[in-house]
């Protein structure tokens, strides 16, 4: 439990727009960030108790669908390659520009459709 100074001083950071409480962002201070936080988890753990494992399986399924319609084939393609040129000391992206290799993002960003 954090001591009055403690809790004085998260108060403080969270009025200035801090998330202090993880789960609790957008609250503007400890105590609406610590009933956010409580309330999101109250909230999953109802959605856990609803949809089970099978209906968390088939949202996952869904996903990765919808995914793969988004980016296509070049896309996971171009994910691949930057992936394939991560270290433990630099990402794909930093390898790719320091080796002057061309990865081209835009085939695995999301596609917005031009229809309404």
């Given at each position: ?31 609406a960030q610590e009933h956010l936080a409580e309330g999101r988890s ?75």
């Open positions: 439990m954090a001591s009055h100074q403690e809790r004085e001083e998260l108060d403080a950071r969270a009025r200035q727009g801090e998330t202090v409480v993880p789960g609790g962002t957008g609250g503007k201070s400890l105590e109250r909230g999953g753990q109802t959605r856990k108790e609803q949809l089970g494992r099978e209906g968390y399986q088939e949202l996952g399924s869904k996903g990765g669908q919808t995914r793969k319609e988004q980016i296509g084939t070049k896309g996971y393609r171009e994910m691949g390659r930057k992936g394939g040129l991560s270290t433990i000391d630099k990402s794909g992206g930093e390898r790719a520009a320091e080796e002057g290799i061309d990865i081209d993002e835009s085939k695995y960003k999301t596609r917005r459709s031009t229809t309404p």
